[in-house]
Structure formats: structure tokens, C-alpha cells
């Protein structure tokens, strides 16, 4: 770090290392370590919901770190139950409200179509957005990797696709609840529902107005989005 800004000044740094979060003790002795060197340099990094802790979070504060994304996944507690992630819905919660105490951005990464994930479930994330309002979210559908519970599940489900680098748009490996482009919808509206939570005033009000009628619209056709025997075709989303 201190050799990247004396030789190059970068204006930002990104730390794709999912375990850079692992230690508190680790984050407190690189804050100091940067301290000491004059060696701070604003950076994004990846953790867990339940690695902010306020001496990690105050301690990412001091190296500099503008930005964490973090593995949400569901804003439904079963949903995170059935992924065995081991987090909870307060974790959430508390991690966020704690980045933005210090002036960290927090972001969330989000899945859908996970086994189980119905309406309710993809409500109660959007309602979670609407609540704590996390600076960006980044949403993915369910990955079957090789070598999980969750793979061998699914996998006599697979088709000619079997690989997560044949999921671009959200396509989904295993048969979902929903096809794709319903999946994609909720995906732009959940993007859209991060935007409108950070407005303010007038043009978040007409935001809120907008995603609640586009809410409404996707209810109307979940039924007919879903997988399976249906409908051969759905109607444009929010035209």
C-alpha cells in the first residue's frame, strides 16, 4: 500500500479478497500498520453481515475504507436459513446502520431464486432495501456450485446449461420459481428501489409513487411468470 501511493497515487483501491474481513484483530493492525506508514488509501472491500463489528468497522474506518459490500442474499430469514448462511436479518440491519455511522457506503449483494423463495419472500427484500437503505445492491440469481447440498439438489434439473458463466442476465441453471425476464424485472426494480431510497425530497416521492405501481404490476403477473407449464408469453413490464 505504501509503495502503490508513493509510485502510482491511485484515487481508489478494491480488495476482491472475500476473506480481507475475516479478523478484527487483522483490520485493527492494518489500520494501524497504514496509519503509521502514511499509507491510506480509500478502498471498497467484500465481508459478512456478521464481521462488521464496531471495532472491525471503526478500524476500517481509519485505513481508509469508503465502501463494503456485504452478502446479504434475502431480505427473508428463511430464505437465508435454507442457504445455511448463518446470518441473521438483525445482522443485517445493525451492519449497516454501523458502515454509515462512520461514513462508510453499504452495499449488499442479493440473490434471487433460491429453492423456496416465493412472493412474500422477494417482498420482504424489497422492504428490507426500503428500510435500511444500503447505498448500492448488486442482485445475481442462485449458483448451484459443484460440491454443495444446494448442487445436488438441483442438478437433475439442469439443461444444456450447467455452468454459473452460463447465467449471464440472470439466467437460471435449475428450474426456478420464476422464469428470467420476471427475474430480471424484480432485479431492475430492486436496483431502482436502492436509487429511490437514497432520494430525497420531491423526486423520491415520485420514485416511491413509480416503484409502488410497478410493484403492483409484477403481483398482478407473478402467477403467470412462474416456471413450468404456463403462459407462452407475459406482458411487457412496466409498459
Excluded: C
Amino acid at each position: 500500500m505504501a509503495r502503490l501511493k508513493e509510485s502510482v497515487g491511485p484515487g481508489h483501491v478494491w480488495f476482491a479478497d472475500d476473506i480481507f474481513g475475516l479478523s478484527h484483530r487483522w483490520i485493527e493492525r492494518f489500520a494501524d500498520e497504514l496509519a503509521g506508514r502514511n499509507a491510506v488509501i480509500p478502498f471498497t472491500m467484500q465481508s459478512r453481515v456478521d464481521l462488521m463489528t464496531p471495532s472491525s468497522v471503526e478500524a476500517l474506518a481509519r485505513a481508509g475504507a469508503e465502501e463494503v459490500w456485504m452478502g446479504v442474499e434475502s431480505g427473508a430469514q428463511k430464505i437465508l436459513d435454507a442457504m445455511d448462511k448463518g446470518t441473521t436479518i438483525g445482522q443485517v440491519r445493525a451492519a449497516t446502520r454501523l458502515l454509515k455511522q462512520h461514513g462508510i457506503r453499504a452495499s449488499w449483494f442479493l440473490q434471487l431464486g433460491y429453492p423456496g423463495e416465493e412472493w412474500a419472500e422477494i417482498l420482504s427484500t424489497r422492504d428490507l432495501i426500503r428500510e435500511e437503505r444500503p447505498d448500492d445492491v448488486g442482485v445475481s440469481v442462485a449458483y448451484p456450485l459443484p460440491g454443495t447440498l444446494f448442487y445436488e439438489r438441483v442438478r437433475g434439473q439442469f439443461g444444456e446449461k450447467t455452468h454459473w458463466n452460463d447465467s449471464d442476465e440472470l439466467a437460471m441453471l435449475f428450474e426456478g420459481t420464476y422464469s428470467g425476464p420476471f427475474y430480471r424485472h424484480v432485479r431492475d426494480l430492486l436496483h431502482d428501489e436502492a436509487v429511490a431510497a437514497n432520494a430525497e425530497g420531491e423526486l423520491a416521492e415520485a420514485r416511491r409513487r413509480r416503484l409502488d405501481a410497478l410493484w403492483r404490476e409484477a403481483e398482478a403477473v407473478e402467477m403467470a411468470a412462474r416456471s413450468g407449464p404456463g403462459p407462452t408469453s407475459l406482458p411487457v413490464f412496466g409498459a
